[in-house]
């Protein structure tokens, strides 16, 4: 059972970034997220090598990023800016976590139109895609693994699933039922387990 | 370029954007389902190549929409689609995130949390079930996404040379015509 032993101001005392610094760290950042694996680069550079944040406010940093909505990683980045340095900070740290990524992707995206009348493209896109599937099922498997094995979080996982997969569903009306159903089956269902 | 179809992609990122829970990947089968078969902006092989590219390049594979904003409106959509999939989301944040962290042991708060994890999942395996449709798998499709997966989960082999060797096989198996 883990106990929340005193928390440490997390917001109070930032160290003093500037700007530039922030740009700085986060274009390295853009620039080195390969393959995933963000939070820990982001812990290399902002915990270790900067030392703006220490290890607690930077895992509570990393929960915020997660269960808000959005990719995980330009969550962390807008956060970590917002806590040092503000909306401004923020704004920053979007653009040098995306910019970089952004340029890459549309370079790629050059190639690909000059190279699109080849078939050679296509079977190699389309072996890239299976291993970008693998990915999002491996993602899909360790998340599902974190489910409590309760009958109703399951069957909303499978209901999703289905209505927006093979259904074709709408995304966005299926979101918007199952949210609130599964937060309250949640709500009423959570004496049956510890957190954790 | 057609600003009318700029303008329906970005009335399609918005919403996608705010409800993007789990990350990026729990929208990619609204996205296609719009853009491929509400939309027609592009057809599903396309989607395929694009979802191969932003799996391929670095940053989030939510990167997608740019290049569907670029396929609709060149630079300038490229980067209004960038915003609209981005900017709702990271307002969430700036608005929400010091809120949700006080409030994170309160009971509603966990209920929350473990109430957004089940769809978040459901979401993730309906854009993999979405890509696998569109990309028309066949038996070598589906071996090489069963391999990569046991690879990704059992082994500390990254995605990055797993890519590499995919790739590399795929083209020459394409330029020896054996595919």
């Not at chain 2, 929409?65 to 900017?87: D, K, N, Y």
């Not at chain 2, 989960?153 to 054996?178: A, C, E, M, N, W």
């Amino acid at each position: 059972m883990d106990k929340i032993i005193t928390e440490k101001p997390v917001l109070s005392a930032p160290p003093r970034v500037t700007l530039g610094e922030l740009l700085f760290s986060f274009l390295r950042l853009g620039l080195s997220s390969f393959g995933g694996g963000m939070a820990g680069w982001t812990h290399r550079e902002i915990v270790e090598r900067r030392q703006w944040l220490d290890e607690e406010a930077f895992m509570n940093t990393l929960t915020v990023a997660q269960i808000l909505p959005g990719a995980n990683p330009v969550n962390l980045a807008v956060y970590i800016g917002l806590k040092l340095r503000g909306v401004v900070g923020a704004s920053v740290a979007f653009c040098g976590m995306l910019a970089p990524a952004l340029v890459v992707i549309l370079l790629m995206f050059l190639c690909y139109q000059k190279l699109a009348g080849y078939s050679e493209t296509h079977a190699v896109l389309q072996g890239l895609a299976c291993v970008g599937i693998a990915s999002t099922l491996t993602m899909g498997i360790k998340t599902s693994r974190r489910l409590q094995r309760v009958p109703l979080p399951v069957l909303t996982a499978v209901g999703v699933f289905l209505a927006v997969g093979p259904f074709h569903a709408p995304l966005i009306p299926v979101v918007i039922v199952a949210i609130p159903l599964s937060v309250f089956f949640a709500f009423y269902g959570k004496r049956g387990s510890t957190h954790g | 370029m057609d600003d009318n179809r700029l303008l329906r992609l970005i009335q399609i990122c918005v919403p996608l954007s705010l409800v993007s829970f789990g990350g990026g990947q729990s929208i990619v089968a609204g996205l296609q389902h719009q853009v491929v078969d509400v939309q027609h902006f592009l057809s599903a092989p396309a989607f395929t190549d694009f979802y191969a590219i932003s799996r391929s390049a670095p940053g989030p594979g939510t990167l997608i929409v740019s290049l569907i904003g670029w396929h609709l409106g060149g630079l300038l959509g490229a980067l209004a689609a960038t915003l609209a999939i981005f900017l709702p989301s990271s307002a969430v944040v700036c608005l929400f995130g010091s809120f949700w962290h006080r409030h994170r042991e309160a009971a509603w708060a966990i209920a929350v949390e473990k109430g957004l994890a089940p769809v978040a999942v459901g979401l993730i395996f309906a854009g993999a079930f979405t890509v696998i449709q569109s990309a028309a798998f066949t038996w070598k499709e589906a071996a090489t996404t069963l391999v990569a997966t046991g690879l990704l989960l059992k082994t500390k082999i990254g995605p990055y040379p797993i890519l590499g060797v995919v790739g590399l096989g795929y083209f020459t198996l394409s330029y020896s015509g054996l595919i």
